[in-house]
């Protein structure tokens, strides 16, 4: 799979484009401050009660509601929330999309999932950073770029993917490459992704490891910072450089240890439960399952979200975090430019 750069795309543009950004939060504001920067022709389309309109009239750009923008652009990319996105797009989007428009996500869910409604007579498309707003804006103005995910579900014009293109290019992704994906690919990988590893396993591992070292009498504290805090410091290896380098930079012990140790941590029937959850995303089940809880007021998130932020780790942490004055410096100060 071979990624495009911004040299190639040196002659696509959204020069004869009007683009409406629908969403001020993380990546709507990253990503419209990064289309302004480049020249495009922008509108914002917000709620005129929504927190978002003032930073956005702030900020310098023309914001409309979302009707009024939509109505005036051929290009419209839709940057709010998943389950924010269908009552939106049914109520205010949909009605006032121009034939031959474009209809941009930066996450497939949606489309994925069938939650929306698609007129035919448009191009539907995704562009979606590997990184948080924060970081696609930060690259931008260093001249460097996030790498983005790029994909065509509909191409009414013969130019969906032209489109698509552009618009990565003109938020930045391609200083960075784009690969080509599918809704498909990018909403399912992503979903495990989130669940088995990043958010939902990872943390289950350091919550779990912690509890062995506390029920076996050892400080909470010491606990911490070996299952928690230091933790960091081998994302940071796993970023910057992959398995190699976090094998080349932790000890000789550190290395036999992993070696050895971890496959009995991460078993075969770690690998059977990761298929389930994949197979899950596949079918649509956990989407159905979200989407109903949502509906139903987020009982269940709630509660298992309080228990998170109850756990006894995170009470230590608070402790530990309080004394660690880096945590409080300035971002730029930090190094934080990854």
């Known amino acids: 799979m071979t990624a495009i750069t911004d040299h190639d795309l040196e002659r696509f543009s959204l020069h004869a484009e009007r683009v409406a950004v629908v969403g001020y939060g993380s990546q709507g504001r990253a990503q419209a401050l990064n289309l302004r920067d480049s020249g495009t022709d922008l509108v914002l389309g917000l709620r005129e009660s929504g927190p978002s309109w003032e930073r956005a009239k702030d900020d310098g750009f023309e914001v409309l509601s979302v009707g009024d923008a939509v109505r005036s652009a051929s290009f419209v990319a839709m940057l709010t929330p998943d389950m924010a996105q269908p009552s939106l797009f049914e109520q205010e989007v949909r009605p006032r999309l121009k034939t031959n428009a474009c209809l941009l996500f930066a996450h497939g869910f949606s489309v994925h999932y069938k939650r929306l409604d698609l007129p035919q007579d448009l191009d539907v498309v995704l562009v979606a950073p590997k990184g948080p707003g924060d ?147 596949q079918s649509g089940a956990f989407a159905r399952e979200w989407v109903a809880e949502h509906a139903n007021g987020l009982p269940l998130y709630s509660k298992l979200l309080d228990e998170d932020r109850d756990h006894q780790i995170e009470r230590v942490g608070r402790d530990l975090r309080s004394r660690m004055a880096w945590l409080n410096a300035p971002a730029e100060s930090q190094g934080h430019g990854r």
């Open 135 to 281: 970081l696609v804006r930060k690259e931008y103005e260093r001249g460097r770029g996030v790498p983005c995910l790029y994909a065509v579900h509909q191409d009414e014009t013969g130019q969906a993917a032209r489109r698509a293109l552009g618009f990565a290019h003109a938020i930045g992704g391609a200083r960075g490459g784009l690969i080509e994906t599918t809704f498909a690919e990018e909403t399912e990988t992503d979903l495990f992704g989130e669940q088995a590893v990043l958010c939902g396993g990872v943390k289950e591992l350091v919550k779990a490891g912690f509890e062995t070292l506390v029920e076996a009498g050892y400080s909470p504290q010491i606990a911490y910072f070996e299952c928690m805090h230091e933790l960091k410091l081998i994302v940071d290896l796993f970023y910057e450089g992959g398995l190699s380098k976090m094998h080349q930079f932790v000890s000789e012990t550190a290395k036999f240890g992993a070696l050895t140790q971890g496959p009995k941590v991460v078993d075969l029937h770690t690998r059977q439960r990761m298929a389930e959850i994949l197979a899950g995303v």
